[in-house]
């Protein structure tokens, strides 16, 4: 079963600028979680579809969106893009229900310079 | 929010030792999840246990869990120089599937 897949592997954008993330859930998950790791602030949750609707949000700004397709692959966008949205962003996917472990992704290392 | 809270040391262990790390967490949770993470790669999870078991063990994995002082351990017994990783431990509440990873804990294994 291939694992989830998350492109591209690397990024470098400008500031101001948007980008768009893409992740690929192992088949039959559902559930299509993003997370953002810094070495300052670690580990934080962005947001969570299932079934091509959001489930979750975290406490980010609105310049963070997703979205999610029938295939159940999402897509995440982060539009006027700040200096401080360096980081790596990973994508994990689960069944979502209850007590289901998240599969994540090698994520995506965003650098805005 | 909740938030898992490793205990914030970073070990340093020679092989076939035991690794032990300490997990804290603020508010009532459905599950503790214990995951590693290799040097800039993705997170793997390693185990889960519910908020109704105490102790649960995978191979070389033994995870405690006491919802009283809301606290988790997670020991690695025998470690290999493959365990070298960051460890990390979060919390899911009831009906959530969000996750609130602690800061995580880094594990050096020396052959």
């Known amino acids: 079963k291939a694992g989830v897949t998350q492109t591209p592997r690397y990024l470098i954008k400008t500031r101001g600028q948007q980008v768009t993330l893409s992740c690929s859930p192992i088949?039959?998950?559902?559930?299509v979680s993003w997370y953002q790791q810094t070495p300052g602030q670690g580990l934080q949750f962005l947001f969570e579809?299932?079934?091509?609707?959001?489930?979750n949000k975290g406490n980010f700004p609105g310049r963070f969106s997703g979205r999610q397709f029938s295939n159940s692959r999402s897509e995440m966008n982060v539009s006027t893009l700040e200096l401080g949205d360096s980081a790596l962003y990973l994508c994990a996917s689960s069944l979502g229900i209850q007590n289901s472990p998240l599969h994540f992704g090698n994520g995506t290392r965003l650098t805005v310079t | 929010s909740q938030q898992g809270e490793e205990d914030p040391q970073a070990l340093s262990i020679q092989e076939g030792e035991n690794a032990t790390m300490n997990c804290s967490y603020k508010t009532s949770i459905n599950n503790l999840q214990w995951y590693r993470q290799n040097s800039g790669r993705g997170l793997v999870h390693l185990i889960l246990i519910r908020s109704n078991e105490r102790e649960k063990h995978s191979g070389r994995l033994r995870v405690t869990l006491d919802t009283s002082k809301k606290s988790s351990s997670l020991l690695i017994t025998a470690s290999r120089a493959a365990d070298t990783a960051s460890y990390f431990c979060?919390?899911?509440?009831?009906?959530?599937?969000?996750?609130?990873f602690g800061k995580g804990n880094q594990v050096v294994v020396i052959p």
């Open positions: 579809y299932f079934s091509e609707t959001q489930r």
């Open positions: 088949s039959g998950h559902r559930s």
């Open positions: 979060a919390t899911a509440r009831y009906g959530n599937n969000r996750l609130a």
